[in-house]
């Protein structure tokens, strides 16, 4: 295991994610990069460190000598909610190599990158062929495969899964293949209520309710899911296929087959359920926010002839609703997609967001409620963290759960 003291830099740094992991194994952050300004001034806020700003100007010989080196590498360029250029992307993609000359010039003993899930996959696993080829001739050992994690493999109440690799320097020492399965029986059970504030410790509470737009809309599904009993089309449910036949909607010649088919099984439900649909449909002519594109209704919880969609966790999506489980969150995003509680009637605050990061109460946050749900979409969970780290330093309780 590491020796207490340990230095170590942070790179793409973010709100501190990596930064609240390493200091509470004992380590000492020495130098700290992020190129938003917002992210530089909650961390420094919070740890009194200035924030170094484009990674691309920085002199390595500037930075101080270190044991391990974080960074969690922008991801747009990988992601599946972006345009996934990868290494094309001019101004995100090419980062990585940023962060190897870094290590190639300081040859610290550990590395522990992240990234998203789309990085091990991304065009048909070329990058991370780059990737662990780059680690590997900079001296370091690594991982034939990268290791996906998520927050909700140990109980802690997200579905956020991440490429995390670790890497250690040739003449240190190995790494064990880091086993985890996901399939097991015995995963922890997850609580969003692990995670919640009590409405009335919230300060002014009323801006995040949910209006009335809102919950008309919702109660307008909530209305499809009882009177059917939850009966589904076995995909994505489009109001505007609730026609008799595929040939009543426009452009469907040219659909991609994808889309061909949730039109053909929405067209089959409706006339299952004509009758009843005819009558849902006059009554939403009359919902402002179905009528405004939000016709579409994505389920995916269970399917309990006695379900409402009050009892679960959802998200307002451009096209319409997401309805999730309430067990766990779907992944904070940068771009923001606040989860709302829909048993609350109210969204998540910036608080509970940030215990979704594992991030303490005592956490100083950016008073921008839109600043900061973005930054903790783009933070790392502290507590995952923290179980790569001990694993890459030889913690010997963490290798006996993890390695193989």
């Given at each position: 295991?590491?020796?207490s003291g340990?230095?170590?830099?942070?790179l793409?740094c973010?709100?501190?994610g990596f930064?609240?992991?390493?200091t509470?194994?004992g380590?000492?952050?020495?130098?700290?990069?992020d190129?938003d300004?917002?992210?530089?001034?909650?961390?420094?806020?919070n740890?009194?460190?200035d924030?170094?700003g484009?990674i691309?100007?920085?002199?390595v010989e500037?930075?101080?000598?270190?044991?391990?080196?974080?960074a969690g590498f922008p991801?747009?360029?990988?992601?599946?909610?972006?345009?996934?250029?990868g290494?094309?992307?001019?101004?995100?993609?090419?980062?990585?190599f940023?962060v190897m000359?870094?290590a190639?010039?300081?040859?610290p003993?550990y590395?522990l990158?992240e990234n998203?899930?789309?990085l091990?996959?991304?065009?048909?696993?070329?990058?991370?062929?780059?990737?662990?080829?780059?680690?590997?001739?900079?001296?370091?050992?690594v991982l034939?495969?990268?290791?996906?994690?998520?927050?909700?493999?140990?109980?802690?109440?997200?579905?956020?899964?991440?490429?995390?690799i670790?890497?250690?320097?040739?003449d240190?020492?190995?790494?064990?293949?880091f086993?985890f399965?996901?399939?097991?029986?015995?995963?922890?059970e997850?609580?969003?209520?692990?995670?919640?504030?009590d409405?009335?410790q919230?300060?002014?509470?009323?801006?995040?309710?949910?209006n009335?737009?809102?919950?008309?809309?919702i109660?307008?599904?909530?209305?499809?899911?009882?009177?059917?009993?939850c009966d589904l089309p076995?995909?994505?449910?489009?109001?505007?296929f609730?026609?008799?036949?595929?040939?009543d909607?426009?452009?469907?010649?040219d659909?991609p087959?994808?889309?061909k088919?949730?039109?053909?099984?929405?067209?089959?439900y409706y006339?299952?359920?004509?009758?009843?649909?005819?009558?849902?449909?006059?009554?939403?002519?009359?919902?402002e926010?179905y009528?405004n594109?939000?016709?579409?209704?994505?389920w995916?919880?269970?399917?309990?002839e006695?379900?409402?969609?009050w009892?679960h966790?959802?998200?307002?999506r451009?096209?319409?609703l997401r309805?999730?489980?309430?067990?766990?969150?779907?992944?904070?995003?940068?771009?923001?997609q606040?989860?709302i509680?829909?048993?609350r009637?109210?969204?998540?605050?910036?608080?509970?967001?940030?215990?979704?990061?594992?991030?303490?109460?005592?956490?100083k946050?950016?008073?921008?409620?839109?600043?900061?749900?973005?930054?903790?979409g783009?933070s790392v969970n502290v507590?995952?963290v923290?179980?790569f780290a001990?694993f890459?330093?030889?913690?010997?309780?963490?290798?006996?759960?993890?390695a193989k």
């Open positions: 295991m590491i020796q340990f230095k170590f830099i942070d793409f973010g709100i501190g930064h609240l992991a390493m509470s194994l380590g000492k952050c020495v130098f700290a990069s190129i300004t917002e992210c530089q001034k909650t961390y420094k806020l740890y009194g460190i924030v170094v484009d691309t100007k920085v002199n500037d930075i101080e000598p270190f044991n391990v080196l974080c991801c747009q360029a990988f992601s599946n909610a972006g345009k996934q250029l290494f094309n992307d001019p101004t995100r993609g090419t980062l990585f940023d000359r870094i190639r010039h300081h040859k003993e590395m990158l998203v899930k789309n091990a996959l991304h065009d048909n696993g070329r990058t991370w062929e780059v990737i662990y080829n780059t680690i590997q001739e900079t001296g370091y050992n034939k495969d990268p290791v996906i994690f998520s927050p909700h493999f140990i109980g802690l109440p997200q579905n956020r899964e991440r490429v995390f670790m890497c250690v320097r040739k240190v020492g190995n790494i064990p293949e086993v399965n996901t399939k097991r029986n015995d995963l922890p997850c609580s969003i209520e692990s995670i919640l504030l409405d009335s919230i300060e002014n509470i009323e801006k995040y309710r949910i009335q737009k809102q919950i008309d809309l109660n307008l599904w909530d209305e499809l899911i009882k009177g059917l009993k076995g995909c994505p449910i489009y109001g505007e609730f026609v008799p036949s595929v040939n909607i426009p452009g469907y010649a659909f087959q994808w889309k088919e949730y039109a053909e099984k929405n067209v089959k006339l299952k359920h004509r009758t009843f649909l005819n009558k849902w449909m006059k009554r939403a002519e009359k919902v926010m009528q594109t939000r016709r579409h209704l994505e995916q919880t269970n399917r309990d006695n379900e409402s969609m009892n966790i959802m998200q307002f451009q096209s319409g309805v999730k489980r309430p067990t766990y969150f779907p992944a904070l995003v940068a771009i923001v606040t989860s509680l829909a048993m009637k109210r969204y998540l605050v910036p608080r509970e967001c940030a215990r979704m990061q594992s991030f303490p109460d005592s956490f946050m950016n008073p921008d409620d839109y600043v900061a749900y973005r930054q903790f783009n507590e995952v923290k179980i001990k890459l330093f030889g913690d010997e309780e963490t290798r006996k759960i993890y």
